[in-house]
């Protein structure tokens, strides 16, 4: 299966699971979160922390963003140390923003997303968006009426972004990415915030070919072996490979995968420490779902245990079981730049070989 066949046929079983859920829980209130029905929806009230404690992480989050430089050169550990246990919902969006260097951008460029917006885009870029936008999280109240404020804003800043970057255009799994992000923040800011995670988080995975996608996939199963050396051996029994059950993951930074709650909680990790985030969360939802040996004999060909990855099992997905396991595993920054520069290595000497193959 081709990168792209598997990016569509991901993007469309999730479109399946939409309409399958909405169709046994409509309602007419949304949920906590905004959503009417579908995947996402989480009727119950989230068991939160007290008031106080809510306040004095409010105020020292308003304390390091008004000191932000200072604080991201000179105790970085503890901005990190406050995404790991969570950004309060009142601070989030200019926290994100803050986080992954939207803020400097739009500081940088106050007036390019309205002048990019004016140009008239490549006429099959923007028929690929429209087409899309009706995908984009369809039961929730940003998104749920046709062509309705939310669905035009999402519209823009694809637009844009297609217009700034013509060499990617317009990547599908970036429509998941840019709706998440408008539901947090203005356009303009979502923008901003969609071009430093396109360029600079996924650097690389909306070009052509998506070789860094492939790559970070080896880096994945090399990481898994070390994690999880059962797990890996029954993948590598079954030929399970990477871009079969995780494409979806890393090109969608798992939007179309969690729930609501963990997606907040990894999405506040992701913007702090980057793309490893994703793979720490991969490994956990791989482990929790094929780590039990019951479950791998159940799972006992290449289709089963697609099945089981592509519909893990909720408790693996929960908010607390998957950023506790995050950060209990045992991998050291060290390892993955050392795992990074293997691969990127292997990739490199295999294009050599192959060039020097088609040279003779």
């Excluded at 996402?40 to 304390?63: A, C, F, G, H, N």
């Excluded at 998104?143 to 694809?158: A, D, M, N």
């Excluded at 492939?214 to 994690?227: H, N, S």
């Excluded at 094929?290 to 245990?305: H, N, V, W, Y």
Aim: overall charge positive; charged content about 25%; hydrophobic content about 35%.
């Amino acid at each position: 299966m081709s990168l792209q066949k598997s990016i569509k046929s991901t993007g469309d079983r999730g479109d399946q699971a939409d309409n399958t859920s909405i169709c046994s829980s409509v309602t007419t209130q949304p949920d906590r979160h905004g959503f009417f029905g579908g995947a996402q929806y989480s009727p119950e009230p989230k068991r939160t922390l007290s008031p106080s404690t809510i306040l004095k992480r409010e105020q020292k989050w308003l304390r390091m963003l008004n000191n932000w430089e200072a604080f991201m050169s000179k105790n970085y550990r503890k901005v990190r140390e406050r995404c790991r246990k969570g950004i309060p919902a009142s601070v989030r969006p200019k926290a994100w923003l803050y986080l992954c260097g939207g803020q400097l951008l739009l500081e940088k460029h106050p007036h390019e997303y309205e002048e990019l917006l004016r140009a008239p885009g490549d006429p099959k870029c923007m028929d690929d968006i429209r087409k899309d936008l009706h995908r984009q999280f369809p039961y929730h109240e940003m998104f749920i009426r046709e062509e309705g404020l939310g669905q035009q804003e999402l519209f823009s800043v694809l637009k844009a972004y297609s217009v700034l970057n013509p060499k990617v255009g317009y990547f599908q799994a970036q429509a998941p990415v840019a709706a998440f992000l408008l539901m947090h923040m203005p356009a303009v800011q979502a923008f901003w915030c969609l071009v430093s995670i396109s360029d600079k988080y996924l650097s690389g995975y909306y070009n052509p070919g998506l070789e860094v996608l492939q790559r970070d996939g080896d880096i994945l199963q090399a990481l898994l072996r070390r994690t999880a050396p059962a797990v890996h051996r029954h993948l590598a029994r079954h030929k399970v490979e990477p871009v079969l059950y995780a494409t979806e993951w890393f090109l969608c930074a798992l939007t179309r995968t969690l729930p609501w709650d963990s997606l907040l909680r990894v999405w506040d990790c992701f913007l702090c420490e980057g793309v490893k985030v994703l793979f720490k969360a991969a490994l956990v939802i791989l482990a929790g779902t094929l780590g039990d040996a019951g479950a791998r004999k159940r799972a006992a060909g290449l289709c089963e245990t697609l099945q089981l990855l592509r519909h893990p099992p909720p408790d693996v997905l929960a908010e607390r079981y998957l950023l506790t396991r995050m950060q209990r595993l045992p991998l050291s920054e060290d390892d993955f730049e050392l795992e990074h520069q293997r691969q990127t290595a292997r990739r490199r000497a295999l294009r050599d070989r192959d060039r020097d193959r088609s040279g003779s």
